[in-house]
C-alpha cells in the first residue's frame, strides 16, 4: 500500500528527506517558473513607479507640503459660516439616508429574483446579477457627474448616484443570503397549502431580514462618508464647502469641515454598531 506524505510523521518525513533527497528536491521547471513570476512582479512593480514618478524626494518634498498645511489647520475655525456648514452635514447625511432607503427597497425584488433558490430560471437569474454588477460596477462618484449633468447642481443628483449604485450592491447581499436559507420553514408554509407569496413573506424574510437590514446600516455608515466626496462634484453637501476651502486654501475652515465630518461618521458609526449588535443577538 502507497504511504501518502499527509499520513508520514515529522520523523518519517525527515528521514525519507535524508533518503531520497532526489525526490523532494524542486523540479527544475517549478523553479524556473518561480524565479520567472517574481521577476516579472518586481519588474511590474519598479514599472509602476518609474510610471508615477514616484521618488524618494517627491516624498520628501511632499512631506514637508504636508506638514506646513497641517500646522495651517490650527486652531480650526468656523466664523460666520458655523450654521452654514451644520446644515450642509445634516444635508449629507440626509443624502447618504434617503439614498439608502431608496437603494434598500428597490434591491427587495431584484435581491429575491437574483437568488438561485427563489429563480431557478438560468437565463433570467443571469440577466439580473449581470444587471446589479452593472449598476454596482459603476463608482458613485462616475454616476453623480452623470447626474449633475441630467439633473443639475444639488442634493438629487448625490442621492440619485446612492440609490443607482446601492441597488446594485444591496441586491447582490441580499441575493447571496437568501440563497443560504433553510429550506424546512419553506417547506413548512408549503405543506399547509401556502403560496408563492405566503411562503415568501413566512419562509423567506423572517431568516434573511436581520441581515438586509444589518447591511442596509452598514451601507448608510459608507454612504455617509461617500456623500461627502459627492459634494466636492455638485451634488450638494458639505463636500461643496470643503472643496471650495480647499481650492482657496482656507486651512482652517477646511479643519473646522473635516473634524465636523470625522465627528459625524463615528456617532453614525457607532449607532449604527449598536443596531446592528441588537439585531445579531435579536
Known amino acids: 500500500m502507497m504511504l501518502r506524505m499527509q499520513d508520514m510523521d515529522g520523523s518519517a518525513l525527515a528521514?525519507?528527506?535524508?533518503a531520497a533527497p532526489v525526490v523532494f528536491a524542486p523540479q527544475p521547471l517549478q523553479t524556473l517558473l518561480r524565479a520567472l513570476a517574481w521577476f516579472a512582479f518586481l519588474a511590474l512593480t519598479l514599472y509602476c513607479l518609474w510610471l508615477f514618478e514616484m521618488s524618494p524626494r517627491r516624498f520628501v518634498n511632499g512631506l514637508g507640503t504636508l506638514l506646513r498645511i497641517v500646522v495651517k489647520m490650527f486652531p480650526p475655525t468656523a466664523g460666520d459660516m458655523l450654521a452654514t456648514y451644520l446644515m450642509s452635514m445634516l444635508q449629507t447625511v440626509a443624502?447618504?439616508?434617503?439614498?439608502?432607503?431608496?437603494?434598500?427597497?428597490l434591491a427587495l425584488p431584484l435581491g429575491l429574483l437574483g437568488a438561485k433558490n427563489m429563480l431557478p430560471n438560468g437565463l433570467a437569474h443571469f440577466l439580473l446579477r449581470r444587471s446589479s454588477d452593472v449598476l454596482r460596477g459603476v463608482d458613485q462618484l462616475i454616476w453623480a457627474l452623470i447626474f449633475v449633468r441630467a439633473v443639475g447642481l444639488g442634493p438629487l443628483a448625490g442621492i440619485l448616484a446612492i440609490i443607482i449604485s446601492d441597488t446594485g450592491t444591496l441586491a447582490k447581499l441580499y441575493s447571496e443570503a437568501i440563497e443560504n436559507i433553510d429550506r424546512k420553514p419553506v417547506e413548512g408554509v408549503r405543506s399547509v397549502g401556502g403560496g408563492p407569496l405566503q411562503a415568501m413573506r413566512y419562509g423567506v424574510l423572517p431568516q434573511v431580514l436581520p441581515v438586509m437590514l444589518s447591511n442596509m446600516l452598514y451601507t448608510f455608515e459608507s454612504n455617509t462618508r461617500s456623500a461627502t466626496i459627492l459634494g466636492i462634484v455638485g451634488a450638494g453637501g458639505i463636500g461643496f464647502y470643503l472643496s471650495d476651502r480647499v481650492r482657496t486654501m482656507n486651512w482652517e475652515d477646511a479643519s473646522f469641515i473635516l473634524l465636523l465630518i470625522l465627528l459625524t461618521v463615528y456617532l453614525i458609526d457607532h449607532l449604527s454598531g449598536f443596531i446592528r449588535s441588537r439585531l445579531i443577538r435579536g
Not at 528521514?15 to 535524508?18: I, Q, Y
Request: charge should be positive; glycine fraction near 6%; aromatic fraction near 14%.
Open 95 to 105: 443624502m447618504a439616508f434617503i439614498g439608502t432607503v431608496f437603494a434598500a427597497v
Open 15 to 18: 528521514r525519507a528527506h535524508l
